[in-house]
């Protein structure tokens, strides 16, 4: 298994422009969240998806989108980047986080906006 | 929502020291867990623990849910111990919506 990946691992936006960090996962798990990380601070969700076709909001939404067409991937976009989005981002998948069942995550993307 | 701290906010250890982590949560969660981020970023899953203590190696965690705090012990720490350790919890509102606290870093010395 691959576990969760994630493309790319860095990247250099300027703002105003658009990009979808991809997220995919190799161990038919239902749920998938991603979430950013700032200096400093714990991590933030940003959305996650119960199952294919189902997605929701989470503490940080705003300026992003997700769709969840195939149990495997989970891509997030950014319509228009802006600099207060320069942050880390991790794309995680697991069973059922509220039933305790553990959350895989991926090496992150390290996202600049200029 | 929910609060969660986590103290102390920085500690160093040398080599084969024990430490104890504390995570406080202000509201009932139905769901807490302990992640480990290595130096490198990768983040790991330690424990589920809403109440009750669990243990895993040299790592356990006892969580006190009528008193609101979970703790997570290292005893006989290693370098490779290193990095920061989050608390995450959620309740029965959304049981799927982790809220973190700010960690705590951990820096073990030879």
């Known amino acids: 298994n691959a576990g969760v990946t994630q493309t790319p691992k860095f990247q250099v936006l300027k703002t105003g422009q658009s990009m979808t960090l991809q997220c995919a996962q190799d161990?038919?798990?239902?749920?998938m969240s991603w979430y950013r990380q700032d200096p400093g601070m714990g991590l933030r969700l940003i959305h996650y998806?119960?199952?294919?076709?189902?997605?929701d909001q989470g503490e940080v939404p705003n300026g992003y989108n997700v769709s969840r067409s195939t149990t495997e991937d989970f891509p997030l976009r950014l319509l228009s980047a802006a600099p207060s989005q320069t942050s880390v981002y991790f794309c995680?998948?697991?069973?059922?986080?509220?039933?305790?069942?553990?959350?895989?995550f991926g090496p992150g993307t390290r996202l600049t906006v200029t | 929502g929910i609060q969660v701290e986590q103290s102390p906010p920085d500690l160093i250890l040398q080599e084969g020291a024990n430490s104890t982590l504390r995570c406080n949560f202000s509201?009932?969660?139905?769901?807490l867990q302990w992640f480990h981020q290595n130096p490198w970023g990768q983040l790991i899953n330690l424990f589920y623990?809403?109440?009750?203590?669990k243990q895993n190696g040299r790592l356990s965690a006892t969580t006190v849910a009528t008193e609101r705090y979970s703790l997570l012990y290292i005893s006989s720490s290693q370098t490779t111990d290193s990095g920061v350790y989050f608390c995450?919890?959620?309740?029965?509102?959304?049981?799927?919506?982790?809220?973190w606290g700010l960690g705590t870093s951990l820096a073990v010395n030879p």
């Open positions: 995680a998948s697991s069973l059922d986080p509220g039933g305790g069942f553990r959350q895989y």
């Open positions: 161990m038919n798990h239902e749920y």
């Open positions: 998806s119960v199952g294919a076709g189902i997605t």
């Open positions: 509201d009932s969660v139905n769901n």
């Open positions: 623990i809403p109440s009750g203590t």
């Open positions: 995450a919890v959620s309740n029965a509102g959304n049981n799927r919506k982790l809220i």
